[in-house]
C-alpha cells in the first residue's frame, strides 16, 4: 500500500511540473487548479485571522528565528539553519533547532526525562521528541526525520527538538536544555509561535517554484507574502548575476536586506567507511545517482558539472525510507552496467541501507553554505541575534511554575 502511495505521488510530483502528459494527467491538472483557488483562500483567511489576533500566538521570552520559504522544498533549507546554528554556537550562544519531523514515525514509547526544576519525570503529552540536547543523535533516523537527525549529527553543540507543536517543543528547549534562541526550522508557516526575524530562501533556479499554488503548483504562499520576510537568501546561485530576479523580490518587498549565496560541495564520504576524497574524484567517473529529495534534478545536474559521468539517476520520492530490496536492485544494476561509484545526497545518506553485496562503493556529496554576496549583511545580522536581549515573557513564566 506504502508502495502504491509513493508512486502515485511520484506521479503527483510529474503532472505538478507538467512532465506527465496523457488523458489522466491533462485532467488532474484541471482538478489540482480549481484545488488551488480554495487553498489560496484558506492561507489568505488564516493569515487574517493572526494578524488580526482571533488566533493568539505565543511568546516564550526569547528570540525565534523562522527560517522557511514560500515554496515546497528544493531550496537548500536544512544547510542553511546548519549555518545559522553553527555560528551562533560560535558566538557563544545556545540555539536549539525546532522541526517537525516531517514524515518521521511516532516513538513507541515516549522519551522519559526528568524536569531539572520539579525533579518529577515530564507527563508524556509535554514531552517532544529529543532528538539531540547537543551531543550524538539520540533518536533512530526513522523516529527523528532525516533532516533533524542530520542536523543533529553535524552540530553535536546544538539540540534538536522534533514536535508538531512546536510551541511544546520551544517550551521544552527553553525550560530544560537552557536554550536562549529557538530557530524554527521550515517556519515561515508555523505562526503559532511568534517569530522574531523571518528568514525567506529562494532558490535562484525557480524563485517562485512553478508559479502556482498548491495543489497545481509548489507554492505554499503568494509570491506577494515575501513581504513578510525581514532577510531573504538567494540560495543555489552559480555566480551569474541575480539584478532580474532581486528587481521581481522588490516588487513584493521594499525593505528585506537579501543575501546571496551558492550551496557549494565540499567532498565525498563514504556512507559505510568514512573516507572523504577529493571533489576532482569524480572527473570521468561513471557514476550512478540515487534520491529521495524535492528537486533531484539539481543533484544530478551538479555531479555533471563535477565532471562525473552519470550513467543513471535512481529517483525516489521525498524522504523516501529505503528499503533492503530497493538498494539491492541498485547496486545490481550498479555492477552490471559497470559503475564506478555511487553517489547520494547527505539527507539520502541518512537513511540508506548498507546492501546484501556492497560491490560498488557508495559515497554522499557533502554541501554547505557559502555567502557570494552579502556577507556584510550577515555579519550584522548575527550581530542583531547576538545583541538581543531576553524579555520576561508570563507564558513561559507559568510554565516554568506548574
Not at 539520540?138 to 522534533?162: F, K, Q, R, T
Not at 565540499?266 to 524535492?294: C, H, M
Not at 544530478?300 to 520520492?317: D, M, P, T, Y
Amino acid at each position: 500500500m506504502k508502495e502504491a502511495i509513493e508512486e502515485f505521488e511520484q506521479w503527483g510530483t510529474e503532472v505538478i511540473f507538467g512532465r506527465a502528459r496523457g488523458f489522466r494527467a491533462t485532467m488532474l491538472r484541471m482538478l489540482l487548479w480549481v484545488l488551488s483557488g480554495a487553498f489560496r483562500l484558506a492561507v489568505r483567511l488564516r493569515l487574517r485571522r493572526y494578524r488580526s489576533g482571533v488566533k493568539e500566538q505565543a511568546y516564550l521570552g526569547t528570540q525565534v528565528i523562522s527560517i522557511g520559504n514560500i515554496s515546497v522544498g528544493g531550496t537548500g533549507k536544512t544547510p542553511v539553519v546548519e549555518l545559522f546554528s553553527r555560528e551562533l554556537e560560535k558566538r557563544g550562544r545556545k540555539p536549539a533547532i525546532l522541526s517537525r519531523g516531517y514524515k518521521s514515525q511516532k516513538l513507541k514509547k515516549v522519551q522519559q526525562w526528568q524536569s531539572k526544576h520539579t525533579g518529577e519525570s515530564i507527563p508524556e503529552e509535554d514531552m517532544p521528541k529529543l532528538v539531540s540536547q547537543g551531543g550524538k543523535p539520540m533518536l533512530d533516523v526513522a523516529y527523528a526525520g532525516d533532516e533533524p537527525w542530520m542536523l543533529a549529527n553535524n552540530l553535536p553543540g546544538v539540540s534538536v527538538v522534533v514536535d508538531k507543536n512546536r510551541v511544546k517543543g520551544g517550551l521544552f528547549a527553553i525550560q530544560e536544555l537552557d536554550a536562549d534562541i529557538l530557530i524554527l526550522d521550515d517556519g515561515m508557516q508555523y505562526l503559532d509561535l511568534a517569530h522574531s526575524l523571518d528568514v525567506v530562501l529562494i532558490d535562484q533556479n525557480a524563485p517562485f517554484g512553478t508559479g502556482q499554488m498548491l495543489p497545481r503548483g509548489t507554492l505554499r504562499e503568494p509570491a506577494r507574502n515575501l513581504c513578510r520576510a525581514d532577510y531573504i537568501f538567494i540560495t543555489k546561485c552559480d555566480g551569474s548575476s541575480n539584478e532580474k530576479l532581486i528587481k521581481r523580490i522588490r516588487r513584493h518587498n521594499q525593505q528585506a536586506e537579501i543575501i546571496e549565496c551558492t550551496h557549494g560541495p565540499q567532498y565525498l564520504e563514504n556512507l559505510f567507511t568514512g573516507e572523504r576524497l577529493p571533489l576532482d574524484f569524480l572527473k570521468e567517473k561513471y557514476v550512478a545517482a540515487i534520491s529521495g529529495i524535492a528537486v533531484p534534478a539539481s543533484f544530478e545536474n551538479l555531479l555533471i558539472k563535477l565532471g562525473a559521468q552519470v550513467e543513471f539517476h535512481r529517483v525516489f520520492s521525498d524522504h523516501h525510507a529505503f528499503k533492503k530490496k530497493d538498494i539491492d536492485s541498485f547496486m545490481r544494476r550498479c555492477v552490471r552496467r559497470d559503475i564506478d561509484l555511487i553517489v547520494t545526497t547527505e539527507k539520502d545518506a541518512v537513511r540508506f541501507i548498507k546492501p546484501t553485496e556492497l560491490d560498488v562503493p557508495v559515497y554522499f556529496l557533502r554541501i554547505e553554505v557559502d555567502i557570494l554576496e552579502g556577507q556584510e549583511v550577515w555579519e550584522r545580522l548575527v550581530d542583531r541575534i547576538c545583541g538581543a536581549k531576553p524579555i520576561a515573557n508570563p507564558l513561559l513564566m507559568r510554565a516554568l511554575a506548574g
